[in-house]
């Protein structure tokens, strides 16, 4: 089995289409699948945060990217993604590479597809120098222990390894570590509508502050 991470651009659409068209079916809307002006403005605003991944020669996942500055405010997922845009929300001088978006094909799931493309976003967050990696993560399993546990208390369980949950823990098991419990992050009734920031801190770059300005010093 051969793996392989590469931008994507915007004559990949069809099979960014296809991927998500697998990873999310009905009852899935498909008004939220990538559009082909989504995926332009991705290629546009930040390409390199537009990944793809092939297995075997196959289209089997994508995720996407964009840089943030981070402050700690509470946000949406349709804030920080502008809405699946990106363009709006992309800032060239931010410190921290953001995570909107990553799916696999369920036929390629298990075949670490999805670990190949958090280790390129990594490697992207340590080429360019930044701070961190972040995304937005879902908590499907905080809905059945909701009136026994607040949320803090659930993620902390899961962080604790006291408690399994199916998107959190992976994310765990991918260097990832929770930042912030954000309300009325996704529409998700699992999650009941609240999202975890996880965060894979830069330890391999040393970053100097100057200003509002991070230096890259790779001594």
Same mark, same amino acid.
């Given at each position: ?37 989504? +995926?332009?403005?991705?290629? !546009?605003? *930040?390409?390199? &945060?537009?990944? $793809?991944?092939?297995?075997?020669? @196959? ?66 967050? +340590?080429?360019?120098?930044? !701070?961190? *990696?972040?995304? &937005?993560?879902? $908590?499907?399993?905080?809905?059945? @222990? ?71 010093? !790779?001594?």
């Amino acid at each position: 089995m051969s793996l392989l991470v590469r931008t994507y651009t915007s004559d990949d659409f069809e099979a960014l289409l296809d991927i998500q068209r697998e990873a999310f079916p009905p009852p899935f809307p498909e008004e939220l699948w990538w559009r082909k002006e989504q +995926v332009a403005a991705h290629v !546009r605003t *930040f390409p390199d &945060g537009a990944m $793809i991944a092939y297995c075997d020669g @196959v289209p089997a996942g994508s995720a996407t990217s964009l840089l943030v500055r981070y402050t700690g405010q509470p946000h949406t997922w349709e804030e920080v993604s502008d809405r699946g845009y990106i363009a709006g929300s992309h800032e060239p001088d931010g410190d921290s590479l953001y995570g909107i978006d990553v799916c696999v094909r369920p036929a390629f799931r298990g075949r670490g597809v999805a670990q190949a493309l958090y280790e390129a976003r990594k490697q992207l967050v +340590v080429r360019l120098g930044l !701070r961190r *990696f972040m995304a &937005g993560c879902r $908590i499907p399993g905080f809905h059945a @222990v909701a009136d026994q546990l607040s949320v803090e208390s659930y993620v902390r369980e899961v962080a604790e390894g006291k408690r399994r949950d199916l998107v959190l823990s992976f994310m765990l098991k991918q260097g990832m570590r929770p930042l912030q419990v954000l309300e009325h992050y996704l529409e998700d009734e699992e999650s009941l509508h609240y999202g975890v920031l996880v965060e894979w801190p830069n330890t391999e770059t040393k970053l100097i502050a100057r200003g509002n300005l991070w230096a890259n010093n !790779r001594n």
